[in-house]
């Protein structure tokens, strides 16, 4: 069930120029969210900004009562959203959309981009708590832009790959050694063109893959159609059938 809250803001964690996390808690219970669901963040204060801003849940801790969201500075309302420090109030609609499925997999990988590295930290959690290792592929142009390095290291086994060499592999995610071994499951959340590569080689491996899209968002609830992306059903809603899609039903998606 949607919750509507004001958090508090209990911890602030850099991560580089131009990522940051909030830990944040509200007081009273807090719903065990889905991985690759996401809350709605009221940007207060912000002219311009009259949209509530999608973020997806980067890491939580029902028993603490913790929510926590990583966030990459790339307009207006995500600098306002940098400015804010412990203390500070931010109001969540939370829990959105429809997370992965993380039920009957095995040997999967986690395969993340830019802001689509956030909800993957969350969903390596769940697998584990699940009894199955991932193995997680992030990419990014650079090692600064590939955050919250040590929180996934610390977790599981990580590999990176940036365009310019400067940590893992140098080129695309796609192109890493690791990405071509075998799985039952690829799960993938970054920019469209490396989710799109990424699905493409499922289908042709055979490979079940999820895909969490970040369509620019209004409403968050399925009500203003502004984020509908194409399937092979028609067009969906990301925010209400999605973020996350089996690729199975995607191949317009994909195909493009
Ligand atoms: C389901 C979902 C989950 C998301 N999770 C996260 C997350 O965990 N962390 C995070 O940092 N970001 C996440 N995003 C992206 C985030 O919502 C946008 O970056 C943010 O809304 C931009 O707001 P802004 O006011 O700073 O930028 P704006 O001033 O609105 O735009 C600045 C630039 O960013 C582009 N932009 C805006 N929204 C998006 C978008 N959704 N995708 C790609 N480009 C966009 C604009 O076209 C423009 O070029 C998510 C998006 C969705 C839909
Ligand atoms: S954002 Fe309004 S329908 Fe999805």
Redesign the pocket.
């Known amino acids: 069930m949607k919750e509507v809250h004001n958090f508090t803001i209990i911890q602030r964690i850099e991560h580089g120029e131009r990522?940051f996390a909030l830990v944040l808690a509200h007081g009273g219970t807090l719903q065990s969210p889905a991985p690759g669901q996401?809350v709605e963040a009221l940007?207060e204060d912000c002219p311009g900004?009259m949209l509530r801003?999608?973020?997806?849940v980067?890491d939580a801790d029902p028993q603490a009562g913790t929510l926590t969201?990583?966030?990459?500075?790339?307009?207006?309302?995500?600098?306002k959203l940098a400015t804010l420090r412990e203390g500070d109030r931010l109001n969540l609609v939370y829990p959105l959309?429809h997370g992965f499925t993380t039920e009957g997999c095995k040997k999967p990988l986690l395969v993340g981009g830019g802001?689509g590295i956030?909800?993957l930290l969350l969903l390596a959690k769940t697998l584990q708590a699940n009894e199955v290792q991932p193995t997680v592929l992030l990419g990014g142009r650079t090692a600064e832009l590939i955050p919250a390095r040590d929180a996934f290291a610390s977790l599981c086994t990580l590999h990176t790959a940036t365009d310019d060499g400067s940590l893992g592999h140098r080129g695309l995610v796609v192109e890493h050694p690791v990405f071509n071994d075998s799985y039952d499951m690829i799960y993938a959340c970054g920019p469209t063109p490396m989710m799109k590569a990424v699905a493409r080689s499922a289908a042709q491996r055979g490979v079940e893959c999820e895909v969490?899209?970040?369509?620019?968002?209004a409403c968050g609830v399925g009500a203003c159609l502004c984020?509908v992306t194409d399937t092979d059903h028609g067009h969906r809603c990301?925010?209400k059938d999605g973020?996350v899609f089996n690729i199975k039903n995607m191949r317009r998606w994909y195909e493009q």
């Open positions: 990522y996401f940007v900004v801003r999608p973020i997806s980067h969201l990583m966030v990459q500075i790339v307009g207006r309302g995500t600098r959309g802001a956030a909800p969490s899209l970040e369509n620019v968002m984020c990301v925010c973020p």
